[in-house]
Structure formats: structure tokens, C-alpha cells
């Protein structure tokens, strides 16, 4: 037998170090929280080259489901227990060891009298119950991964055209219960190039753009999102396309932004060019009483600083675009080009001030559109305006859905993903149980 250690950051980077060394059919006999990471324990019971083919096998699925509904079952009665006392705890978790070895036993509780514990002794029962809040994770994340791996494996065998629609649509970088979402309208579809073509028409009608251009709907409309989004340069672009169809003697221009170096002389520079009016309005400033001789202008535009999710400042600035007075429409800056965790976390940090759509910039120079379009659709922003390089105006231009998703398709990976990227992606899915698919 051959046994070793694996040491990651977390459950499924070991997970991958364990299939790489050792294959897919390892069985994990131990895991444990340490410094830094997580330690599991693997074995191979034969060599490598002895391994029969690989055949699905239902009653391990089935097995591995009736475990993750026992996982689900013991975490919503530990959550139901949190205020039990020393006693009742030290009950619970001499009776459920987890290792993933061994099955996993839901306990019949009977609830003791409540004597008094001292303090000491809850401070450990805590500790004790955080290790055991871990080791559900763990052994969560464990059943994720080989189920992601089962249903991924399933699918290839058993609906081999659908699988290569799942990786096509990956290939876009669609996330994946958007990918679901597409695939379940074009399940009837036997034809290859007709389902492709149906999954395309079904994305762009997802895409919501606004009836009515922001600008030529006029009010206040303000710029939001984190630093380098491409913010004070799109706030440029539309200012100059209001003025060379308009004039400039219905366009005012806000900056909120007193942090970057240079950020308000850049906006005074523009101000100068397209001889617009420039207010600046410190931090502690009322953006109402700002705005008050500004009324009477049809378009006002605002550039907000670009801060971090922690930063206090960033709240009072959001609380006062959110403000009754104020009426702004508040579009979030998403450049293309940043990783999907970057647009999630913008996208929670600056909801709170109420979003009227999203501005997507710098298409000029992404290599994928699909985790940007996957936050407007899964969170219902509507496009409003595109930007594809520097010119100003000449690279703002309005979103038509089909061009957008067009050109989605012309920037997806040239490379088909990786067996191990489908089965992560499936396992994604199964953090939700309306999410499975295979």
C-alpha cells in the first residue's frame, strides 16, 4: 500500500494534488486543519498500472449523496445547538468522529438539564465545536469534488453532445449555473450547430440593455466602482458625446474623488476643453448642497473615488448618492479585463448604493467577456454603454446584445478546458442542490 501525505491552502487545491500523484482512484483516509492550510492523508492500495478502467458506479454515488444529506442534516442541527451548554457538547462531539475513513453517524441527542458551566470549559467546548464546524467543511468540500468528478464523468459517457456544449460555453467563460440555465432551454435540440446557435440566441435575449440612453434620459447620473475600472476616462467619453450633440450649456461634471493624486485636476482639464462647469465636493460635504445650484442642468455627471470594500469613506460616500435628495442613477464601472472574484466583490460592495446598470470598459483588451456578462445577467444590471480604447468619444458606443455576445465568442479561450477545470466547475454546482446537473 502506498500512503502519503498532501499538504494546500485548502481542501480542493489538496484534492488536485492528490489525483496528480496518486490518480483518481486514491482513497483519502484522513484530514486534518493545520498552520496555513489543511493536511490529508491519501492511500493507493496497487499500482498504477494495474487500474482497471474506470466504470461509474451508482451505489457509490447514491452513497455519497445519502452522506451529503447527513452533512446537511448535522450542520443545521449544530447551528439549531450553538447555545447548548458544556455537556451537551462534549455529548455531540464524542460521538461523530470525521475522518474520510469512516462514514459519517448522525447522533440521537437528549437534551440534559442545564446545569451552570464555568467559563473555561465553554471557551474549550467553542474550540472544540470550531474544529468540528471545520471538519464538516472539509469533508464537504471532499464529497463536492467526487461528485463533481462523477457527474462530469457521467455526462461525457452518456451525452457526449451535451458535454461538448458545457465546454464550449466554458471556453466563453460563462459561469456555471448560467451555463445550466442555457443548456436546459436547448435540451430538445439533437442537432449540433442548431443547439449552438439556439444556446447563443438565449444568451444575448439574458443580456438586459436600457430603453432609453442615460444620457438622452438626462438627471444625475454617477460613475461607481472600484480603483482602475476606467471610471473618470468613461465619465470623459460621455461628457464629450453630450457636448458635441448638445452643447455644453446643459452639462455640469461632480468629482467626488479627493484621494487619487491629480484625479481633480484631470477633471478640471476636461472642464476647461469642453468649457463645462467642474465642482469638487470634499469629504464631510454635502453632495445635496453641492448639486442644489446645479438643478437646473439637464445632465449632471459624477466621477466617485475608486476605494477599498473596508475603507469608511467608502460607505459615507455610498450613503450619499443613496441619499432622498440626491436621485442619481449609479452605473458600476466593470473593466473586462479584472478576474471574476474582483467583479463579484464589486458588484456587493457598491449595491448598497443602488444600481441603475453597469458601464463595461477596456473590451479593447480582454482575452474573455463571459464573467462579465455572467454578473450583469445573474444580477439583472443592465449594459448601458460599451468602451473598447482611449479615443475620446470615438470608443464609447452603445451595447447591442448580439454584437456583445458575438464578440464574446471571437475572444474565447483558443484551448479547450481541462478535464479537471469541467469536474471543479461541476462541483461548484452541487454547493446548491437546485444547482446539480448530470
Known sequence: MQVKRFFAADMRQAMKLVRDELGADAAIIGNRRIAGGVELTAALDYKPQALAPRVPNMELEDELRKTASRIVSAQAELSMRGDS?????????????????????????VEPPRPAAPAPAAAVDQRVFDSMRFELNGLRELLEVQLGSLAWNQLQGSKPQQAN?????????????????????????????QAWRMLLAHLARMIQTPEIEPLEEGGVIAMVGPAGMGKTTTLAKLAARYVLKYGAHNIALVSMDSYRIGAQEQLKTLGRILNVPVTHVDPGQSLANALDPLLRKRVVLIDTAGLQASDPALRMQLESLAGRGIRSKNYLVLATTSQKQVLTAAYHSYKRCGLAGCILTKLDETASLGEVLSLAISHELPVAYLTDGPRIPDDLHLPRRHQLVSRAVSVQMQDEPSEEAMADMFADLYHNPAKRVG
Open 85 to 109: 451548554d458544556a455537556s451537551t457538547n462534549r455529548q455531540l462531539f464524542a460521538g461523530l468522529p470525521l475522518t474520510a475513513a469512516e462514514p459519517l453517524v448522525e447522533p440521537t441527542f
Open 165 to 193: 456544449l458545457w465546454r464550449r460555453l466554458q471556453r466563453i467563460g460563462l459561469s456555471g449555473p448560467l451555463s445550466r440555465d442555457l443548456l436546459e432551454l436547448t435540451t430538445g435540440i439533437e442537432e449540433p450547430r
